[in-house]
């Protein structure tokens, strides 16, 4: 886990961030082996690499390097700094950990076209 910024690129192809398919659900064990990285402007994180010895490496996980946290076990993190989405997943007694990914850059998640909490909370 580590809380440094990932610096956010142009991007040219819009991902819709209201389409269900360009979001991820998946159930990991812990360790999950994933680092996640803050956005670059402090909004949300995202998936920054995989622990080769971690459960999202180690089962073939749908989980790549890019995708933006959404949810965890349920509940919205999107937007959250980096210590509370962290939190949401560290503070969890359970063994597995349901995540919920959008698979879209941070501009389209966070930016004008961003759904509004009450679809996002029907995707987790």
């Known amino acids: ?3 440094d910024r ?33 956005n670059e402007d402090g909004k ?3 998936v920054d690499a995989l622990v080769a010895s971690g459960s999202a490496a180690t089962t ?15 509940a919205l993190v999107l937007g959250a700094d980096f210590d509370a989405a962290l939190g949401a997943i560290t503070g969890s007694s359970a063994a597995t950990v349901k995540l919920c990914l959008f698979r879209g850059p941070a501009q389209f998640l966070y ?12 995707v987790l």
């Not at 389409?19 to 996640?36: C, D, H, Q």
């Not at 930016?111 to 029907?122: E, F, I, K, N, V």
Request: glycine share 10%; proline share 8%.
């Open 6 to 38: 990932r610096s956010s690129q142009p991007v040219k192809t819009f991902v819709d961030p209201q389409s269900t398919a360009n979001y991820v659900r998946i159930e990991l064990a812990k360790p999950m082996g994933i680092k996640f990285v803050e």
């Open 44 to 46: 949300g994180i995202l």
């Open 1 to 3: 886990i580590d809380k």
């Open 60 to 74: 073939g996980a749908d989980v790549k390097s890019g995708d933006q946290l959404v949810g965890v076990d349920g």
């Open 111 to 122: 930016g004008p076209t961003r759904p509004d909490d009450a679809w996002l909370a029907s």
